[in-house]
């Protein structure tokens, strides 16, 4: 039978459905953003661009807040291995992921609403602008780009590790994300 909620020993589906589809965005959006930082005003696709990572973004951060709340209604799985240090840098590492994302998600706001428009979300709902200040496409613009380099490095070593767990240690952390028990 399907494993939907998590429980001590591993993941549900629903929680293994967030984890990858926010990983796979989150590469997809970091992938469209380098992208998108080469083309120039007159290129065909810049402002359709844009408007796709914008729109992304803001999806993205939805779920963001339904897998936030998720996890919050359900257990974490024990973590496997016996080395309290590994805990505990995996618990600060998946706290940063989140807090990073949040941040993305806040600095890509302040860029995207910098000249007081809303972000229209593929023509079904728009966010309103709402903060305005000084240079604000600017700093957060520098900002994004460098919580989402640092993102990449800290999804870099969250697979590291999950690698490592797989064929140095031998045990079930990895594959605890891609099926139930």
Known sequence: ???????????????IAFHWL????????FGLGLYMVELTYYDAWYKGSLDLH????ILLAIVWVARLVW???????????NKL???????LVHGALYLFMLSLFV?????????GRSIDVFG????????MMDNQEDI??????????????????????AIKHHVIDKDRTLMRMFKTD
């Open 1 to 15: 039978m399907a494993q939907f909620k998590n429980n001590t020993e591993g993941y549900g589906w629903i929680s």
């Open 22 to 29: 926010m990983g796979l965005t989150i590469f997809g959006l």
């Open 54 to 57: 914008k729109g992304i973004g």
């Open 71 to 81: 996890k919050l209604l359900n257990p974490t799985p024990k973590p496997l291995g």
């Open 85 to 91: 240090w590994e805990h505990k840098v995996a618990h």
């Open 107 to 115: 600095s890509g706001y302040l860029i995207s609403t910098a000249d």
């Open 124 to 131: 079904v709902f728009e966010v309103p602008a709402s903060l």
């Open 140 to 161: 957060a613009g520098m900002i994004h780009w460098w919580l989402a380099l640092s993102l990449m490095v800290l999804v870099g070593l969250h697979a590291a590790a």
